[in-house]
T-cell receptor, first 113, second 114 residues
Framework: GQSLEQPSEVTAVEGAIVQINCTYQTSGFYGLSWYQQHDGGAPTFLSYNALDGLEETGRFSSFLSRSDSYGYLLLQELQMKDSASYFCAVRDVQNNAGNMLTFGGGTRLMVKP | IAGITQAPTSQILAAGRRMTLRCTQDMRHNAMYWYRQDLGLGLRLIHYSNTAGTTGKGEVPDGYSVSRANTDDFPLTLASAVPSQTSVYFC?????????????FGPGTRLTVL
């Protein structure tokens, strides 16, 4: 089975940098994904790490350490519109199971002026 | 291009009634998924389908059934709704390839069972 742990809530001010951590336990690891969800909206894909290291996409970066079963999402130059919930997710590719994702409980980020 | 559509947007349902949530994608994706989202519990997979004609059980399948008669449609049926099925339901699809295999989510259906 899979399980993921991430903080339930993080607060930061506009312009700051925030890091959202995710630790996971999985029987078979094929990559760590991050999704963003605004209140009342649908989750949308942000980033994916299959190998150790940092992936950068604009103001957002994601890091993975496979040996530590740990990753994080880094948001720089925070803007008010970044207020949302952020979910880490691991892929579970088993026999005939397709590319199922197991999601963490989500981290609610509140950006204050 | 619409992506993924879900219907209805919201529904209030009496316990014991049968309900089908509809999901249609126009991206020709192989894989489709149904999740439920409850406050503080993130997204939990109900059922999935790797390709048309096949389905599988996710983490919380009890009380739900699905079918995948074609590539585009993946309806979710609650045979006899119970109040614990009150939730927001998201349908998603992905190409079913290696790598990130990004999942694209529909707008969701907010279901209340009384």
């Amino acid at each position: 089975g899979q399980s993921l742990e991430q903080p339930s809530e993080v607060t930061a001010v506009e312009g700051a940098i925030v890091q959202i951590n995710c630790t996971y336990q999985t029987s078979g690891f094929y990559g760590l994904s991050w999704y963003q969800q605004h209140d009342g909206g649908a989750p949308t894909f942000l980033s994916y790490n299959a190998l150790d290291g940092l992936e950068e996409t604009g103001r957002f970066s994601s890091f993975l350490s496979r040996s530590d079963s740990y990753g994080y999402l880094l948001l720089q130059e925070l803007q008010m519109k970044d207020s949302a919930s952020y979910f880490c997710a691991v892929r579970d590719v088993q026999n005939n199971a397709g590319n199922m994702l197991t999601f963490g409980g989500g981290t609610r980020l509140m950006v204050k002026p | 291009i619409a992506g993924i559509t879900q219907a209805p947007t919201s529904q209030i349902l009496a316990a014991g009634r049968r309900m089908t949530l509809r999901c249609t994608q126009d991206m020709r994706h192989n894989a489709m998924y149904w999740y439920r989202q409850d406050l503080g519990l993130g997204l939990r997979l109900i059922h999935y389908s790797n390709t048309a004609g096949t389905t599988g059980k996710g983490e919380v399948p009890d009380g739900y059934s699905v079918s995948r008669a074609n590539t585009d449609d993946f309806p979710l049926t609650l045979a006899s709704a119970v109040p614990s099925q009150t939730s927001v339901y998201f349908c998603a699809s992905s190409a079913g390839t290696s790598g990130p295999d990004t999942q694209y989510f529909g707008p969701g259906t907010r279901l209340t069972v009384l």
